[in-house]
């Protein structure tokens, strides 16, 4: 732990609010995005390196973070993909003994502005009262005029592409070439952890980015496709709609996750809202509508599909729920091998209550 003097720094809303606390590491300045708020009790570093959080300021509404450090084997891409962190008590001093460093220092290594002692629950509670926006987090405290200023020309988050900043650019692969399956990964964003369970299910894994043609990722001669989570919003994403319009249409069997499950949605003519707030955590509730029972998930999402829509597609069964909300959570197209969740099984970090996902998966691909 470094000691040194904190600045004082501040988290200002589009709405005019204004919430006060102390920067942590180095970096001083300011860091635009959405607002939003997750609700895991662990598992911060899998949360700051996820695509899904592409340009987010992230709350994290547990009491303490960054307390077991972080360790670079359990990263779930290259680099911290939000913009901003606010929490309420910072954790300098890392007591996991498999951790590589703190918190701090890799924060600092991917230049992230992070904010400690905030009331996170106050901002929590407001920000479920008035719905996504965005904000600003800044050691100018003594600026606020000019911040509000740049914060007014921000686009609303619904309107920003953010996949083609997330994808790969180039295919790559991932996992033994001798294993027994073959699946082609369309990467909207893709965490690593779902290449890991992928690949230890026995299968040999080429992800292409969010781009690539159809018959490209054929050439691969895959015996099913996954399309990824990611972040934004998908009624942005009109190239790869067609791409997975495609991909749907070849009648080889398909999973879709988070993103991938809002796209797949989308290309069968369902509609996809913008929600007032996501669902971000580990804990989020989830009914299978098949077996009756419930299952703890981890989701990331800012987008849903519009339960109505779904109802009133004779094509599309709603398999999920969420009983939050009563959101979508999962559908399968009933002629068709395909099927999507709005969550992330067996993601890290996580529960593992939907893993037999993978296996339904890949029973498809001998039928």
């Known amino acids: 732990m470094k000691y040194h003097t904190r600045k004082n720094a501040l988290i200002l809303l589009e709405d005019g609010t204004v919430f006060f606390g ?4 180095d970096q001083e300045g300011s860091a635009y995005g959405e607002i939003c708020f997750n609700t895991g009790m662990s598992g911060y570093q899998e949360l700051m390196t996820d695509p899904s959080g592409h340009g987010q300021i992230m709350v994290t509404t547990t009491a303490h973070t960054g307390g077991y450090g972080v360790n670079k084997a359990e990263m779930e891409s290259d680099r911290i ?3 901003g962190l606010v929490v309420r008590n910072f954790g300098y ?17 991917n230049n992230l502005l992070a904010i400690s002692d905030v009331d996170t629950r106050a901002l929590t509670q407001h920000i479920l009262s008035k719905g996504a926006m965005n ?54 964003g893709v965490k690593k952890s779902f290449l890991t369970r992928l690949a230890e299910h026995d299968c040999y894994i080429r992800v ?16 099913g496709y996954f399309i990824s989570n990611g972040p934004g919003n998908p009624n942005q994403l009109k190239e790869t709609l067609s791409t997975v319009a495609a991909i749907v249409a070849s009648g080889k069997p398909v999973f879709g996750v988070c993103l991938g499950h809002q796209v ?7 509609t996809v809202d913008k929600m007032k707030n996501g669902h971000r955590g580990l804990n989020h509730p989830v009914k299978n509508l098949r077996t009756g029972k419930g299952e703890i998930t981890s989701q990331n999402n800012g987008f849903v599909l519009n ?34 969740v709005q969550f992330h099984p067996g993601a890290r970090p996580g529960p593992e209550d939907s893993l037999y996902l993978y296996d339904e998966f890949f029973a498809l691909f001998d039928k």
């Not at 102390?22 to 590491?25: N, R």
């Not at 292409?208 to 015996?223: D, Q, V």
């Open 22 to 25: 102390k920067a942590v590491g």
């Open 81 to 83: 993909h939000l913009a």
């Open 93 to 109: 001093h890392n007591s996991r003994i498999a951790s590589d460093g703190s918190l701090e220092e890799f924060m600092n290594e």
């Open 135 to 188: 904000a600003v987090i800044s050691t100018e405290t003594d600026n606020v005029a000019e911040l509000k200023n740049q914060l007014s020309k921000l686009n609303p988050a619904d309107q920003e592409e953010r996949v083609s900043k997330v994808s790969t650019s180039q295919p790559y692969y991932f996992g033994t070439e001798d294993a027994k399956h073959r699946v082609a990964v369309l990467d909207l």
């Open 208 to 223: 292409f980015p969010y781009n690539a043609t159809l018959e490209a990722m054929e050439a691969f001669e895959p015996n």
């Open 264 to 270: 797949i949605g989308l290309s069968q003519g369902i």
């Open 307 to 340: 339960k109505e829509a779904v109802e009133a597609n004779a094509d599309v069964a709603i398999t999920h729920i969420n009983l939050n909300d009563e959101s979508v959570a999962g559908i399968r197209l009933k002629d068709k091998p395909v099927f999507s």
